[in-house]
């Protein structure tokens, strides 16, 4: 008997994985350039549109190269502007919130994104959700609010800048899911960078010189050049890990994968600023992580119930 070769998913399988981690790696350097050009004087929002920016000028040179199309559709058009709002949201909230937080205390916060995710396509889709995964995300929530309770202490109102994270990048990723069905993930990475610029630009030159200090802008100098095109750079580069992880391996594979991108903030937040998670910090993190791994894991076996239950009959 003859033993079958594996399929060509299954050789890259383990280049997925590898990918996935080098996401949890490259994205923390994502939040460090943006911390450090933010603590430098740096106004938040021309931290967020310097991310779009950089990213756009790397990622068209990538989709001629590729000899990728770039015509859109006026639905997908559509689609992709309301994703590049989510994300401008996202990124102006996040950045907020690690410019005066700790970068692990920042990331665990936004990382209750996944319950908000499963709470929104139970009520948007009709997804099942059952009781188990309903009290994960319950437990969760208590986890963040361990993180939370603290930061409030300590920085006040804007230590919940991470929560706006979360329920943005959550709906962005439900637009994603389709937006995903229409372009490869290269041109979708083009088209919401420039129209990312295109919201924030008309923001920021509004706002210059205006009550709200984080929508002024300033003229970089020195190191403040090279964060800036850091913040870019690397969204650029660990996204396009990230989306070519998932082009491989499956994503019930790569989920759990992701939260070792809190251990990657932690060290790297005090190797470079000397930031160390309290004890109830870190409570609070280790009850966000299993709480996502319990979803994970619950979500793993209501897929194969449901792929068990459309299996046809054997003869």
């Not at 350039?33 to 040179?61: D, W």
């Not at 665990?108 to 929104?120: D, M, R, S, Y």
């Not at 050049?225 to 996204?239: E, M, N, R």
């Not at 790569?254 to 600023?273: K, T």
Request: charged share 10%.
């Amino acid at each position: 008997m003859s033993i079958a070769a594996p399929s060509a998913q299954t050789d890259r399988i383990l280049p997925g994985i590898l990918l996935m981690l080098a996401f949890c790696v490259l994205a923390p350097l994502l939040d460090v350039c943006s911390k450090l050009a933010a603590e430098g004087g740096i106004p938040v929002g021309q931290v967020t549109a310097a991310r779009f920016l950089v990213q756009c000028a790397l990622m068209l040179p990538v989709a001629w190269i590729m000899g990728l199309s770039l015509r859109l559709a006026g639905r997908a058009l559509a689609l992709v502007t309301l994703r590049a709002a989510l994300l401008v949201f996202s990124t102006f909230s996040f950045v907020s919130g690690i410019a005066v937080m700790p970068l692990a205390d920042a990331l665990a916060i936004a990382f209750v994104e996944p319950f908000i995710l499963l709470i929104l396509g139970y009520f948007l889709f009709g997804d099942q959700v059952g009781p188990r995964r309903i009290a994960a995300c319950v437990v969760g929530f208590g986890g963040a609010l361990l993180v939370i309770q603290p930061s409030l202490q300590a920085f006040g109102l804007i230590a919940l800048w991470p929560l706006g994270t979360a329920f943005s990048f959550a709906f962005y990723m439900l637009v994603t899911r389709r937006v995903s069905t229409m372009m490869h993930p290269v041109v979708m990475q083009v088209h919401t960078s420039w129209t990312g610029i295109l919201i924030c630009l008309p923001i920021l030159l509004a706002m210059n010189d205006g009550p709200i200090p984080d929508l002024d802008s300033v003229m970089p100098q020195g190191w403040q050049w090279l964060w800036l095109f850091g913040v870019g750079f690397w969204a650029a580069v660990s996204h396009m890990c990230m989306t070519q992880a998932l082009a491989w391996a499956p994503a019930a594979t790569l989920a759990p994968l992701h939260y070792f991108e809190i251990v990657v903030a932690v060290l790297l937040g005090f190797l470079i600023f000397g930031d160390l998670p309290n004890s109830l910090t870190i409570a609070g993190i280790v009850i966000i992580v299993g709480s996502g791994l319990y979803i994970i894991h619950r979500e793993r076996l209501a897929h194969k119930v449901r792929t068990t239950l459309v299996l046809p009959e054997e003869p």
